[in-house]
């Protein structure tokens, strides 16, 4: 197939050996055996195993395997919120998180900042009667990055609430304290580099207790993909439905891929790539990095402003070279451009995108 | 690969052409461009387009992915019953469909039927109150087929309720009158002999209208895969959420395969091959057809009930010849086998089983 290099944040690049393990998975048969049997059971431990390993998941967190992380904020309001959740905004994802909550009639209260900014901790007041604070690490539409740092001190001084964490495009690159928050989850199409249709759920015995608690009261949390449903399954190396299996086994095979090359080094890679563009967008004419603070400039979905030229022009000429940036999100479609740094996307690329620049 | 004949109901045999089909959509970047470009709005077309011939959808009605039939079972509920919902159940997937009512707290009847047998139309009494009934019109753990002209009837009786088919493990072989039923759903790991993860769900404007005036009312019918955000979605070719591109994109291959064979063909040589089998049967001393009346019995999942062997002995047998029957379902695991008969699943491969048998 044509070399082309998707450095766009979402569906973005393959990891470079998805193919073959495409091939392997028809070879082996795992779209036709039983979700229900040994094989499949197999597939499911090998995915958490190497999961657990890479993201260095205590063992008191499960693994649910969803459809989207965009699932993943409806079972996140719907499993852990009776009434009271509280949302970080700084971008269009974080604010259809809160919105999810709004659809599912419960009080969401949000605190939001202009598109591009990070938050001021001290001006955060969290409400009382808050059960779940839901904030957004990485802003696939602003490249605004939440520092590990502010999401412990959230935890320090919020013990009693429970601390949710969308990290769809960032995982497994931020270096995560797990004791510190409840619950995290991310897509897979993102740094993982697989195909779209899985999202990866990881929470602790609390939010377990809390989804039980809630239906103790006789209130919903659902059907199939609740907190207890996934549970129950997941001891058995099973999903309640029949799962987008192929996924699950992708999965386990690219972080066992990201396992041999070692966490360290990806993360240290991404550190070199990222740093190399901030720097370029820094001095060249034309280009301004769009996050204002260095702490809160995402390292893996990379967001400038363009002066002089649209979002269009800057991926008409890219696309000559074989690399396809994602234009702006939203009302920034045309303003700004979004550059992913996964796993996958080599120092080559980089340096030929900064040639380009 | 090793060929195995995968005669499971689901996940099944892939359907013959899937691996090129995976080839190609590799060298396309179909799961690496944007689930909001025009490359994947054209997967999205051709996808629906071709459901539509296969299939005779009118044009009033909408079709919807969500990751599975499972997740549909639920979004019908949230959507398309207020408060009253009436469930036609013989075995454990039409159960399952009424119990997802009743864990979203709506007052949720049934009608039951021991596995195995059909409905008796002159006993049911649904109540006035109802809005929506939901009937499987295959049911997959005891191979009991729901005729259409009972589909039809119930139709007749009922024109002010909306009437929701489960035709999970039989679409596209029911040459179904759309006119007369509200909605139908399946997935495409069972007759279309795809990778599990995607579920379409099939709708008119009666069931947009519903899900419209409970949004009125101020009741939440749910977030990213409501009738209404499906809907708009779907008139741009696109989806609420990024979502499993690949499913579509294979989805759309092989409807295109399935109408190039010819729908009219694909259904005879559907009922050749269950009458085959279930002469086979009906003859051969150890076995038992389940579905005791001939009208009920399914073309597309044919069970047996084993006499003097268990389905393990059976199944080790069949896989000494390269084939792999279903075993049963839930308790009837052991006492019976289940062999799917799906478009992929040759004349050749049924005349082998008939043999073994």
């Known amino acids: 197939m044509t070399k082309i290099s998707f450095l766009t944040p979402g569906p973005s690049e393959l990891y470079y050996t998805v193919p073959d393990h495409l091939k392997t998975a028809l070879r082996d048969h795992v779209t036709e055996i039983s979700h229900r049997g040994k094989a499949f059971q197999q597939i499911f431990a090998h995915a958490t195993a190497q999961l657990r390993e890479l993201m260095a998941i205590p063992d008191h967190f499960h693994i649910g ?9 409806e079972r996140v309001i719907e499993n852990l919120c009776e009434t009271h959740s509280f949302h970080l905004v700084n971008g269009s994802f974080s604010k259809k998180f809160h919105e999810f909550a709004v659809q599912l009639k419960r009080q969401a209260v949000k605190y939001e900042v202009a598109p591009g900014l990070g938050f001021a901790l001290d001006q955060l007041v969290v409400p009382a009667e808050t059960e779940l604070i839901c904030l ?3 802003e696939t539409s602003t490249g605004v990055m939440m520092p590990l740092s502010d ?11 429970l601390i949710v ?8 690159y931020p270096d995560l304290d797990f004791s510190r928050i409840d619950s995290l989850f991310f897509s897979v199409q993102k740094c993982f580099g697989l195909p779209a249709g899985l999202g990866v759920w990881i929470f602790n015995d609390r939010c377990v207790a809390k989804a039980e608690s809630m239906l103790t009261k ?7 993909h609740t907190i207890p449903a996934l549970v129950s399954n997941g001891q058995k190396n099973e999903t309640p439905e029949t799962p987008n299996m192929l996924g699950i086994y992708l999965l386990g095979k690219v972080a066992e891929d990201l396992n041999r090359r070692g966490i360290k080094a990806i993360r240290q890679e991404t550190d070199y790539k990222a740093a190399l563009l901030y720097a370029t967008l820094a001095k060249q004419p034309g280009y301004e990095i769009a996050v204002q603070q260095a702490a809160h400039r995402s390292k893996t979905v990379i967001v400038a402003n363009l002066v002089g030229q649209s979002s269009a022009d800057f991926i008409a000429k890219c696309k000559l ?37």
């Open 218 to 224: 006789g209130l919903s949390i659902g059907t199939y």
């Open 165 to 172: 964490v969308d990290a769809v495009s960032s995982a497994p």
């Open 321 to 357: 070279h074989g690399i396809v940036p994602g234009a702006g999100y939203g009302p920034f479609k045309n303003s700004q451009i979004r550059i992913a740094n996964f796993p996958t996307h080599s120092r080559e690329v980089f340096e030929k995108l900064v040639d380009l620049i």
């Open 151 to 161: 999401i412990y001190a959230l935890r320090q001084q919020h013990p009693d609430k």
């Open 65 to 73: 395997f969803t459809s989207s992380a965009t699932e993943i904020w």
């Open 136 to 138: 957004t690490q990485n």
